[in-house]
């Protein structure tokens, strides 16, 4: 039997049992998902695909079963609210190490989320096409691309000149330290690194602190690779 | 008396202030650039040299390449390095797709709705669709141009000191210059229209002094020798001796003189110096002493740039590159001076290098060179509509000091790049 769902005001028909993510397939209005995998996996874990319920109700629409006269809304504040908290809370657990990502290069789910709902933390690595020898870091060049934030499509590490930090650093100090760790294990020096962190953050508030902290995270991985 | 004043004018690129006033019975103009300071000859000193241009370029968004361009030949000069003809002739490919796009930019979306008698850009759709239209179109296929060969649209890449970050392959050079050629149509399209369109006011020029780069090979392409009009030429180093700086008291930028005198630079200065390399340029007939006559040339330039750039990059790609790809790391002690025709006109770019690092810059950008040129002629517009010290009209006195400010072409944040703070100059 066929059951009347209303997408975004538009109005789609499919079959009773099918979950929200059919009706909002074949209604054309893509939602972002993460652990969907059709039939394989339905545990609705990510909460990406977070839609609202005509009763105000927050529902992940992979999972919810649909029922006649169900009105669903893919866009609203709510929505976008929460899906931000979703991709910030995703983040809060993820090992950023975009540097050694297979996913890196264009390929990053997260970044695309993380773009998209204005989510601060993950590095120009992640876009980058230089992978293992050719990468900029490997060969011993002070690139700023495992510090600095994503989300310009990457030109200059692509066009083979070092990134030079413009969009600004990430301050989450695990990314810091594991950045640390990548520089100190190819033969980068601090100071070559805050020579050209320097010139586009020399005058950001938290410059002082991002100092301090790379300071620290450079010692702490030297001090490890003499043990 | 104040005779009039525009608080704020609009369609030009950052912030400006015009005022007229009548003193002892003499006009006098004041182009009173209100654009916030930005210290980017500070910020240059003390870094090594290759970062010059990555912090150089920010200074315009709209112009950048030129910045670009100004500042990697003057640390060439500085360094004694030959970056070789294949990047030369690059580089000035690049900057004519960007002077294209620029003049595009400025006359179809800023100018125009001044001679159509609209109020901007939403009004001038609906009495020049088609004109808008293709503008747009053409501004995208610029833009893609200069993305493909220089890697991004603003604050490119693959250009540096000594030759380039990366080589671009044939294929692209090949696919840019196809899309050139798909807008050469579109170009001449857009600008037979605009000409139609451009009835420009009369006005005579009070002082008719300009300069320009004298090209290496043909029109706009970058050279090291400036031209006068007075007939001079003198070496990019020797600038100092010719071009005055001041700061104006009452203004965030710099203005400046040529021996004393007020000195424009731009299209209308091109063309009146550097007519002989020229191949075809179909300027209808104009009196170039009208400083509007700025936007005819700058109409029939687009046209020409887009060819001239489509030739080279198809001449580039039958060549190969005679540099290395990586730029030299070395250093040295120097003094260099970097010049290349701007969208707007004549850039002046100089650095002082020592070991690896920059000690001294020195940056003059169009928009000051012209400042004290508008000036004039705002001066010289104004007593052409005033009988009895009171204007005709001052609405419409008003209105025609914008257009003729437009007509310009300012960028006030270039202009801004350097100002006095606590009494003490930084330069």
Redesign the interface.
């Given at each position: 039997m066929m059951v009347r769902v209303i997408v975004n005001g538009k109005e789609v028909h499919v079959p009773e049992g099918e979950t929200i993510l059919t009706a909002l397939k074949k209604a054309g209005d893509a939602v972002p998902t993460l652990c969907f995998f059709g039939h394989m996996y339905r545990e609705a874990s990510c909460r990406m695909c977070l839609v609202e319920l005509s009763n105000g109700k927050l529902v992940p629409a992979c999972a919810y079963p649909v029922s006649d006269g169900l009105e669903v809304r893919t866009d609203t504040p709510r929505v976008r609210e929460a899906r931000r908290t979703v991709v910030e809370f995703i983040l809060s657990i993820h090992r950023i190490r975009c540097w050694s990502c297979p996913r890196k290069g264009g390929n990053c789910e997260l970044l695309k989320l993380a773009t998209a709902y204005w989510v601060e933390g993950i590095p120009v690595c992640s876009s980058c096409p230089l992978y293992g020898r050719d990468c900029l870091v490997v060969k011993g060049e002070p690139c700023l691309g495992p510090i600095t934030l994503a989300g310009c499509s990457d030109?200059?590490p692509s066009?083979?000149?070092p990134c030079?930090g413009?969009r600004g650093p990430v301050t989450r100090k695990d990314v810091l330290e594991a950045a640390t760790q990548f520089y100190v294990s190819n033969g980068v020096e601090l100071k070559d690194v805050l020579?050209?962190a320097s010139?586009f953050w020399e005058g950001l508030p938290n410059y002082d602190a991002l100092k301090a902290s790379l300071e620290e995270a450079f010692k702490k991985a030297l001090g490890g690779g003499e043990d | 008396m104040r005779l009039a004043r525009v608080e704020e004018v609009d369609r030009v690129f950052g912030h400006l202030e015009l005022e007229v006033l009548r003193d002892d019975g003499e006009v006098k103009a004041f182009f009173k650039v209100t654009h916030g300071a930005r210290f980017i000859e500070l910020?240059v000193n003390g870094?090594?040299y290759w970062?010059v241009p990555?912090?150089a370029s920010r200074i315009c968004g709209a112009c950048s390449i030129a910045h670009y361009v100004a500042s990697i030949r003057a640390v060439e000069r500085a360094l004694g390095l030959d970056a070789g003809e294949w990047v030369e002739d690059f580089r000035d490919a690049v900057n004519m797709v960007q002077i294209a796009q620029n003049h595009l930019v400025h006359l179809a979306f800023l100018a125009l709705p001044d001679y159509v008698g609209v109020q901007g850009l939403s009004d001038l759709k609906s009495r020049a669709g088609r004109l808008v239209v293709n503008s747009m179109k053409l501004n995208t296929a610029c833009l893609k141009v200069i993305r493909l060969i220089a890697?991004?649209i603003v604050?490119p890449?693959?250009l540096?000191v000594g030759g380039l970050?990366?080589r671009p392959f044939k294929g692209p050079l090949l696919k840019a210059a196809d899309y050139l050629r798909e807008c050469e149509a579109l170009a001449k399209e857009v600008v037979d229209e605009a000409l139609t369109l451009l009835k420009v006011p009369e006005l005579k020029d009070p002082a008719n002094n300009c300069v320009a780069v004298k090209p290496r090979k043909i029109y706009l392409t970058t050279g090291d020798e400036i031209l006068t009009s007075a007939g001079l030429s003198f070496k990019p180093s020797n600038y100092r001796e010719h071009l005055e700086e001041m700061q104006p008291e009452y203004s965030n930028s710099k203005a400046v003189a040529l021996s004393g005198a007020p000195v424009h630079v731009g299209a209308r200065a091109r063309y009146e110096l550097l007519r002989n390399y020229l191949r075809d340029l179909n300027v209808p007939k104009i009196d170039l002493s009208n400083p509007f006559s700025n936007l005819i040339i700058k109409a029939v330039e687009i046209p020409y740039c887009v060819t001239a750039a489509r030739e080279i990059l198809e001449g580039l790609a039958m060549r190969t590159a005679d540099t290395g790809?990586d730029p030299p790391r070395e250093g040295g002690e120097g003094e260099g001076v970097g010049v290349v025709e701007a969208p707007r006109g004549l850039l002046i770019h100089h650095y002082v290098v020592s070991g690896k690092r920059i000690v001294n810059a020195n940056i003059i950008t169009p928009t000051e060179i012209n400042a004290r040129h508008i000036e004039a002629s705002a001066k010289a517009l104004t007593e052409s509509l005033v009988s009895d010290g009171r204007p005709l009209n001052a609405g419409e006195l008003q209105r025609k000091l914008t257009m003729l400010v437009r007509a310009y072409d300012p960028c006030l944040p270039c202009a801004v790049h350097v100002s006095v703070v606590r009494g003490r100059k930084h330069a």
């Open positions: 030109p200059c066009n083979g000149s030079i413009c020579e050209v010139m | 910020t870094r090594p970062e990555y912090v890697g991004r604050n890449n693959t540096g970050l990366r790809v």
